[in-house]
């Protein structure tokens, strides 16, 4: 058996003995890695906290605001034995206050504490997600402005199935990516409510503004349920799933581009400086980047499918945020080095217009369009027209070459299609969506650190 520590929270009351070295390594220890994503918003929502609780006298006040001011910007010497950064915390400021440090928990428990400093950090990295998968969908819009007169052929089941341009083959990893940023919206609404003032269940007898201690924390609210806004974890895993959701789209992009970039095909090529050569094989030109892409993207599935397994526990359990922490914010930010990886790829992609055309009238891509001009000129119905042109195909005697893949694309003008006017229609449209989206995140960035120096400056003032 151990001793606890000078100021081991409980000594003297339920706790008399530890803790065990077994639990620091396991457990203490694991959530002291966290310290530097939760460190500056644990200092904010005690910031927010000091100056809402009424009850604390003011001398008391001003000495705790000014030492968790300073605690702000300082490094904590941290002894894994007192616990999680709430510990270690108020340990610290019982050192260099004394008796006013008591009041930092007065009707709040560690774990409100913690959930605010949480969604303080997940808030930044969604808008760096959101800002990444931007700028890959982007990329996308871009080239497939470039490329929007490019016949190739369009792929199913790696077959050449009929013809299409690169930009509208390219247009059609932008969408997603738009409905990626769709999401990460709607989490950030979600993560950017607030616990704070929940007590430890529902409320204290210590008066707490709700409304109030949101504002100050840059929080578009409170979360409404006391209990819900400390245990709820559901928005958690939905991030962590849509981080993934984001980098699969990712991959999925940059899987076609590495089976048209190679030499088999011979499509499009992404730049130099994204592949690495082989050390043993002079001609080769790996997509390095690629790999990179679909590794991550697998290893966010995991990551993602862990978050949700560990909200299988009844409620009011900490295990389910326990290793949560690390993983979202850390799936979060793998997502968003991901997503500017993709938009390099984007950004870098060329294609070999000769070769691509040059693909389109070598293979049978022409032959759906054969067989809906016999069924159009000739009044037969699709099936027997397209019977007629599979016989031709099967006896190597289908002959396309009095149909002009570029005057075939001229027909695509249904909404969403590859001829011009759609195509046009939807860069602008892509383009448009890029622009809003980039303007809401710079207004949440903006409204958040506008929260943050006001927050500071009340307690200055304080």
């Known amino acids: 058996m151990t001793d606890p520590p000078e100021g081991y929270l409980g000594a003297g009351a339920r706790i008399s003995r530890g803790p065990a070295p077994e639990l620091v ?3 203490y220890e694991l959530e002291l890695a966290d310290t530097p994503l939760l460190a500056r918003g644990l200092g904010l929502a005690d910031l927010a ?18 030492a968790l001011v300073a605690l702000l910007d300082d490094e904590i010497e941290i002894d894994s034995r007192y616990g999680d950064l709430v510990n270690v915390r108020e340990r610290a400021l019982e050192q260099r206050i004394g008796s006013a440090a008591g009041w930092l928990n007065a009707g709040r428990t560690r774990r409100e504490a913690g959930r605010i400093a949480f969604r303080i950090a997940l808030r930044a990295r969604v808008l760096d997600l959101a800002d990444a998968v931007l700028r890959f969908a982007a990329g996308l819009v871009e ?4 490329e929007r007169d490019t016949p190739m052929p369009d792929y199913t089941y790696l077959q050449a199935a009929q013809p299409t341009t690169a930009g509208h083959w390219l247009l059609s990893f932008a969408y997603p990516a738009l409905r990626d940023a769709g999401r ?3 989490d950030l609404g979600w993560v950017n409510r607030s616990p704070a003032g929940s007590g430890g269940v529902n409320g204290s007898r210590f008066a707490l ?13 409170p979360v409404t349920h006391t209990r819900d806004a400390l245990w709820q974890t559901d928005g958690f895993a939905e991030l962590t799933a849509h981080a993934a959701l ?6 999925r992009f940059g899987e076609d581009v590495e089976v048209f970039s190679a030499d088999e095909f011979g499509l499009m090529a992404i730049g130099d400086e994204l592949c690495r050569a082989s050390a043993l094989m002079p001609q080769k030109r790996n997509p390095y980047a690629l790999v990179v892409l679909r590794g ?16 299988r526990t009844p409620s ?3 295990d389910n945020l326990l290793y949560a922490y690390g993983e979202v914010a850390g799936s979060v930010d793998l997502a968003a080095r991901l997503l500017r990886l993709a938009a390099a790829v984007a950004e870098s992609l060329t294609i070999d217009a000769a070769r691509a055309l040059e693909q389109v009238r070598s293979a049978a891509v022409m032959a759906t369009d054969a067989a809906e001009a016999l069924s159009l000129e000739r009044g037969i119905d699709y099936r027997s027209a397209y019977r007629a042109i599979g016989e031709a195909v099967a006896a190597g005697t289908f002959d396309a070459s009095d149909l002009d893949p570029v005057a075939a694309l001229a027909t695509r003008t249904v909404v969403g299609g590859a001829a011009a006017a759609p195509m046009d229609a939807m860069v602008a449209e892509c383009r448009a969506a890029v622009s809003e989206a980039r303007g809401w995140i710079g207004e949440r960035r903006a409204s958040i650190a506008a929260a943050e120096e006001a927050l500071i400056a009340e307690t200055a003032a304080g």
Not at 49 to 66: Q, S, T
């Open 296 to 311: 991550g993207a697998g290893t966010l599935i995991g990551r993602a499918t862990g978050v949700l397994a560990t909200q």
């Open 316 to 318: 009011g359990r900490t």
């Open 49 to 66: 906290h000091v100056l809402a609780l009424d009850a604390i006298p003011d001398g008391e006040r001003r000495a705790l605001l000014d």
């Open 143 to 146: 080239a497939a402005a470039r």
């Open 246 to 251: 984001a980098a699969v789209g990712a991959s």
């Open 25 to 27: 390594e396991a457990g």
């Open 209 to 221: 503004d709700r409304e109030r201690l949101a504002a100050l924390l840059g929080f578009d609210g």
């Open 184 to 186: 990460l919206r709607g």
